[in-house]
C-alpha cells in the first residue's frame, strides 16, 4: 500500500533555530502548515519526500548557499516560489538572488507585517500561475517605448531613458497579487534610494505590508502623486500610469549586471 506524501505550505530553511521558532508562531497563527529544516542538504531530502507550496531559506547556509539552493529547487520543483531571508549586511548578495529565480527576500529582523505581507503575495502568486495558461500571457502595454527596460528579478523594474532619467515601478509578484491596496509611501524628493534597499512601502486593505527594492541606486527627482492618490493603479497598470518613482542613477552600469532586459523571462511561471 502506498504511502501519501505528507504536504505542508511552507518549509522553513534556516541554520539558527530561533528564527525558525519566530517565523513558524508567526506563519502558523495564520494558519498556514509548516516545516523546517536546518540545512539545504534535509530541505532538499525533504523536498522529496513531502510536498510545499512555498520555501523561505536563510541566504547563508553551510556548504550549498541560498543561491545554490534557489538553482536547485528551480530545476526540480519551478512552481515553488522562494524567499530569501538575508541580514541587511547581505543585501547586495540577496540582490543576486532575484536573478537566479528568487521570488522577494525580506531582512532580519523582520516585522511581523513583512513576513506576513510577502508570505500571502506569494500563496496569491501561486494561485494565480495556476490558473493561468501562458498563452494568455501577453507583453503589458507601454506607455513609452524610448527607454529600455531592466528587471530586479520579478520583483521590480526600471526603465532608462537616453537622457539618464530612470524610472522605477513594481513587477509581476506584486500586481494583483496584493489584493486592494489602501496606501502607498514613496521617498523624499532628493533623498537616495539604494539597489536592494527599500524604495516604496504597499499597504493592502487586509493591513499587510509589502516592501518594494529598488532595482538600481539613485537620487530621487520626482515622484508619482497620481498613484499615491489612486494605489490601485499598481494593480491595473503597473507600466504606465502605476510607476512609482523617477532616478538620477549614481551606479548605473555595475548595478545592470544584477538586472535582467529580458520582457519574457519577467513574465513567465
Known sequence: MKIMEQQFDILIIENEQVVIEAAKKILTHQSFTVDEALNSEV?????????????????????????????????????????????????????????????????????????????????????????????????PPLADRTGTYYFLGKHSWAKVDQDGVTTFGVGV?????????QQVELPNLNSEVWQGN?????????????????????????????????????NTDPFNHGWLIKVIPTNLEKELENLTADWYHHLDR
Not at 543576486?96 to 532580519?108: E, L, Q
Not at 509589502?210 to 492618490?229: F, T, Y
Request: glycine share 4%.
Open 43 to 139: 530541505a532538499l531530502q525533504k523536498l522529496q519526500q513531502h510536498r510545499f507550496k512555498l520555501i523561505i531559506s536563510d541566504l547563508m547556509l553551510p556548504r550549498i548557499s541560498g543561491i545554490d539552493l534557489i538553482e536547485k529547487v528551480n530545476h526540480a520543483n519551478p512552481e515553488i516560489p522562494i524567499i530569501i531571508i538575508t541580514g541587511y549586511a547581505m543585501l547586495e548578495n540577496a540582490v543576486k538572488c532575484f536573478k537566479v529565480g528568487a521570488f522577494d527576500f525580506i531582512p532580519k529582523p523582520f516585522d511581523v507585517e513583512e513576513l506576513v505581507g510577502v508570505v500571502h503575495r506569494a500563496m496569491r502568486h501561486i494561485e494565480i500561475m495556476r490558473t493561468t495558461s501562458k498563452r494568455d500571457t501577453k507583453l
Open 173 to 181: 509578484t506584486f500586481s494583483g497579487r496584493m489584493g486592494a491596496i
Open 198 to 234: 527599500l524604495c516604496a512601502r504597499i499597504i493592502s486593505q487586509d493591513q499587510l505590508l509589502h516592501m518594494v527594492w529598488a532595482p538600481l541606486s539613485g537620487k530621487v527627482i520626482d515622484v508619482n502623486r497620481e498613484v499615491e492618490q489612486n494605489p490601485n493603479l499598481i
